[in-house]
Nanobody
Framework: QVQLVESGGGLVQAGGSLRLSCAAS????????MGWFRQAPGKEREFVAALQWSGLRRYYADSVKGRFTISRENAKNTVSLQMNDLKPDDTAVYYC?????????????????WGQGTQVTVSS
């Protein structure tokens, strides 16, 4: 059974940092695009960042460029999101996702595999 389990969320003041991690199990994800979405209360789910399996291509939403860094360890089936200079607008539930097909990330359906989410709250 495929599982994506997020950790590392919490409460932080504006300007602070958090690191999210996602542990994937159930199969090998070394060929997948892995990354993160987020959803704030009353808002639609939005793409945050993703990383192709080779690690050579990384994608970021404009709203997080320069502040967030995505990384992965294929041998451990994990992907991490280092979030710096956090802002109250970053408050959301963050979801880990994976799919071997990058095109699915850009559809309304999104990736095939999803975690349960972890709450990030940034206070002003």
């Amino acid at each position: 059974q495929v599982q994506l389990v997020e950790s590392g969320g919490g409460l932080v003041q504006a300007g602070g940092s958090l690191r999210l991690s996602c542990a994937a199990s159930g199969r090998t994800f070394s060929s997948d695009v892995m990354g993160w979405f987020r959803q704030a209360p009353g808002k639609e789910r939005e793409f945050v960042a993703a990383l192709q399996w080779s690690g050579l291509r990384r994608y970021y939403a404009d709203s997080v460029k320069g502040r967030f860094t995505i990384s992965r360890e294929n041998a451990k089936n994990t992907v991490s999101l280092q979030m710096n200079d956090l802002k109250p607008d970053d408050t959301a539930v963050y979801y880990c996702a994976a799919d071997p097909n990058w095109d699915r990330w850009r559809t309304t359906v999104g990736p095939t595999y999803w975690g349960q989410g972890t709450q990030v709250t940034v206070s002003s």
